[in-house]
């Protein structure tokens, strides 16, 4: 019974942790314009996600020691300081973009201006780094942001011709007033948000941290394989519910209020306020999981102690980093950056990174001298090699794209 | 003194605004008009679901001030921008219009923030015919300026 709670504990938290600001901001955009013609690149890049976090977690199962850990040891200094450098800076960005996130979330709820309201937040989210449990910060902020469900609920009372939606979703079309390359510069954007390189970061990081052993292979598998996709439902629902709602006006979503509108609209105060719930929820807990891997990274390539599980004076380091980039998140955010902007960055910059932090994790986890019988299987490197590819043609892609269509403009 | 010629004539060109030809004029001009109406229309949709009890008034008010900056922004962005002569007549009907439309929107704004209720409706109504004038300014300026005779 105990084993069963674990299972359904991990699949919930990975549903609500799954959504991001990058997710909600993305999601909703492409929503609005280009309805579910995009929806493929989101269930491509769940798949892409769950592939590599299953071997990132099954690296940190079978040797006790996070992936990015051996990287370093594996692959030399050099390729580990790249894979350190635009790693971490994707992830920095990130962090930045999630506390601008909840400062949104609670400027909807407070109207007081975001800025006034983002050094508070930064205290608070190093305040939960700092003393609460892993697993109560990830199960609490997990579990509350399965709010974002209403979502899937507001779709379905929009009552939204289904078969058009499926269609659109499955015909590699978009719409007539649309450029190709601002559909291609979406494609990408959709992608680096949902394959973002802290998810990988955390989840195996936070393996360590709850000290999985092989015997929880099961369980994270579970986790992954049922978890990842039904959060990645989420998704498509915010953008679902966007293209109902501003679709037929024409209209653009360039600020998280405009996300949560198509509850209200469909649901009503209630909705939108379980909504405002599940906003402050996902950006909060990402805010946290970002912050740590920044810490996780550094630490872990500089050879530091590292990790909530051990005490604050053992890995003080450590909690250096943290401190240090809950500053420069708070700097940047006074400074009046638009969140959204610095998200729409995060996303893009998101896939630029994506080799760097993908390729080691192909090549640790299937290294028989850390992983013994549990290397990759052939379909786990056959994917894997699949999506390298992919990830490396949005890599290449993402800045001529972003110039050429101005960011989507 | 070459150099301090050539000096002051980059940074004098660098402080009047360039002149972008026609296309990239009408392009910048349709994105403007076109982010001013999805900002006008949000604004709308915010107010009638107000109105229909959906919608808390912090959520309402912050909705609004957002669509305030956007079309501000919009405005701003277009109106900085030196237009080709052939289109100064679409100049003054897009800065004109998007004039139009901030205003309305801060109006609205106004009345949000005062907790006017009763104007809503009608603040509604005013915006979307905003938002459907936009709409086809948004329109026109798919092709390029019709010459006269």
Not at chain 1, 77 to 96: D, E, H, K, Q, Y
Not at chain 1, 282 to 307: D, P
Not at chain 1, 390 to 396: D, K, Q, R, S, T
Not at chain 2, 89 to 109: C, H, K, N, P, W
Request: overall charge negative.
């Amino acid at each position: 019974m105990k084993k069963v709670f674990s299972v359904a504990l991990g699949v919930l938290t990975a549903i609500g942790g799954f959504v991001d600001i990058g997710d909600l901001v993305t999601n909703a955009q492409v929503g609005a314009r280009f309805g579910l013609s995009l929806g493929w690149v989101v269930v491509a890049g769940i798949l892409g996600i769950c592939v590599f976090a299953e071997m990132s977690g099954r690296v940190a199962a079978v040797s006790q020691r996070a992936t990015f850990d051996l990287i370093r040891e594996r692959l030399g200094p050099r390729m580990g300081m790249a894979n350190l450098v635009a790693s971490m800076s994707v992830t920095l960005l990130t962090f930045i973009a999630e506390i601008g996130g909840v400062a949104l979330a609670l400027q909807l709820v407070s109207s007081v201006n975001y800025v006034l309201l983002v050094p508070f937040i930064a205290f608070a989210v190093w305040l939960i780094l700092w003393r609460a449990k892993f697993s109560v910060m990830e199960n609490v902020l997990g579990l509350v942001g399965l709010a974002l469900v209403v979502f899937g609920v507001a779709l379905w009372q929009l009552g939204p011709d289904w078969g058009d939606l499926t269609h659109r979703m499955l015909a590699v079309d978009k719409p007539g007033d649309e450029q190709w390359r601002t559909w291609a510069y979406y494609a990408v954007a959709l992608f680096g948000a949902a394959l973002t390189p802290y998810e990988v970061f955390f989840f195996s990081s936070g393996g360590v941290e709850e000290r999985w052993t092989v015997e929880d292979l099961g369980t994270m598998r579970t986790n992954v394989f049922i978890g990842f996709p039904l959060g990645g439902m989420l998704s498509l629902a915010i953008a679902g519910s966007a293209a109902v709602v501003f679709g037929p006006m024409d209209a653009s979503v360039d600020t998280l209020g405009q996300v949560g509108l198509p509850v209200a609209v469909a649901l009503g105060k209630i909705g939108l306020a379980v909504a405002l719930i599940g906003f402050v929820a996902a950006t909060l807990g990402a805010a946290c999981e970002c912050g740590l891997s920044v810490g996780y990274s550094i630490a872990q390539f500089s050879g530091w102690q590292w990790g909530k599980y051990v005490r604050a004076d053992v890995a003080a380091r450590f909690h250096v980093i943290l401190v240090l980039s809950a500053v420069v998140a708070t700097g940047v955010l006074m400074t009046t950056v638009d969140p959204i902007l610095v998200t729409e960055a995060s996303v893009v910059f998101s896939a630029v990174a994506l080799p760097l932090t993908y390729f080691p994790i192909l090549v640790v986890a299937n290294d028989p001298d850390y992983m013994g019988d549990h290397t990759n299987g052939r379909l786990a490197n056959a994917l894997g090699s699949v999506y390298l590819v992919v990830i490396g043609v949005a890599a290449l892609a993402a800045i001529p794209l972003m110039v050429v269509t101005r960011m989507g403009a | 003194m070459v150099w301090c010629l050539a000096t002051t004539a980059v940074l004098s060109a660098g402080c009047a605004p360039g002149t972008p030809d026609g296309d990239s004029w009408r392009i910048d001009a349709q994105r403007a008009v076109s982010d001013a109406s999805s900002a006008v229309q949000t604004a709308e949709l915010a107010l009638r679901q107000h109105d229909r009890g959906r919608v808390f008034d912090r959520y309402l008010q912050t909705v609004l001030v957002d669509s305030e900056e956007a079309v501000g922004k919009a405005g701003d962005t277009i109106g900085s921008k030196q237009p080709p002569r052939a289109e100064r007549e679409r100049y003054d009907a897009v800065t004109g219009q998007l004039d139009e439309a901030a205003g309305l929107v801060s109006i609205a704004r106004i009345a949000v923030v005062d907790r006017e209720t009763d104007r809503y409706d009608s603040l509604a109504d005013r915006l979307e015919s905003a938002a459907q004038a936009l709409q086809r300014l948004d329109d026109d300026l798919q092709h390029p300026p019709r010459t006269s005779g």
